[in-house]
């Protein structure tokens, strides 16, 4: 995906959108601290508008929850969750648990219930933590992180809605989301 960046950055800048995502976590991590500035960077260049990568975005929207201890549930291998953790906490964050699914194939992800997700974040070690992190643009999170920050009494980020959230902030748009976490709602 990364190899296509330019191409599909072009192309998305003839759409004349406003704002381009990188949607995958893992992939705006895997080298290390500063590679999603680095594929913001590329997107930016190429298209003439603002991008956002879902890692660096993560790591904005868990600060502005005010989360430094954070629990982490992943569809990932543990390969992919060792990187994310090593990220996370270069980044400043203490990882208090993670907690993965062993999923490799992208459509597998993509089919994750929110039952499971569910069951998958109440097995983290969460008392500790000052927040959840649910990593991954692929799996469906967004039907049910209001049910797990009001069961919990912490916020929940997920990929996808920091993504959202910071793009939106990243044109300038500061409406108020409800439905979608605190992080839509409440910053």
Known sequence: MEKSIEEEASKL??????????????????????????????IEKTSGRPAIATAGAVVSALGAMGVRRVSVATPYISEINDLEKKFLEANGFEVVDLKGLHLSDNLEIGRV?????YELVKKLNHERSDGIFISCTNLPTIGIIEKIEKELRKP????????????LRKINISEKIRGYG??????
């Open 182 to 187: 605190k992080i839509m709602e409440e910053h």
């Open 113 to 117: 219930s929110y039952e499971v997700i």
């Open 156 to 167: 929940v980020v997920s990929s996808n809605t920091a993504t959202l959230w910071a793009m």
């Open 13 to 42: 800048a003839d759409a004349d959108v406003d704002v381009i995502g990188y949607g995958c976590t893992s992939g705006s991590l895997f080298r290390g601290l500063g590679h999603d500035k680095n594929i913001e960077e590329r």
